[in-house]
């Protein structure tokens, strides 16, 4: 059961995200890649990529480190602006159980994403001991 505000819908479909996998996977990884990222920093050939890398206009001036957060960043962003075009959107409207679907969908990711992070801080804290 999904709780909208004063809005509720029994949803009977099971959400399954397939193509989403590998998207959590990259999440979970992200705390390696940081780590990874900040020891090459030290290694003076690469901080001179790192540089070229800034002033390459596709990049607009962000470092690689903000391209490692942008999916999380995007995971976590995707229920609180569905959740927001839930509230604006009369439950008579033809497209409101697909929102409902939707935010249902986008909270499932950020569960697993959550999840998996988890699991590999877990993982790698067993690795330490």
């Known amino acids: 059961m ?4 004063h809005h509720q819908s029994h949803l009977k479909r099971s959400i399954h995200i397939p193509k989403l996998i590998p998207h959590i996977r990259w999440c ?6 940081c780590t990874l990222l900040q020891s090459k920093s030290l290694d003076p050939s ?18 690689l480190s903000s391209f490692l957060l942008k999916p999380i960043q995007r995971v976590t962003k995707y229920p609180l ?5 839930l509230e604006y959107t009369p439950n008579t409207d033809p497209d409101y159980e697909s929102l409902l679907m939707a935010l ?11 999840d998996g992070v988890r699991a590999k801080e877990n993982a790698e804290s067993l690795e330490w001991l």
């Open 2 to 5: 999904i709780f909208i505000g």
């Open 28 to 33: 979970s990884c992200q705390l390696t890649a």
């Open 46 to 63: 690469f901080r001179e990529y790192e540089q070229a890398c800034l002033k390459d206009p596709r990049t607009k001036g962000l470092p």
């Open 81 to 85: 602006l569905i959740g927001k075009i």
């Open 104 to 114: 249902q969908a986008s909270e499932t990711l950020c569960s697993q994403v959550n």
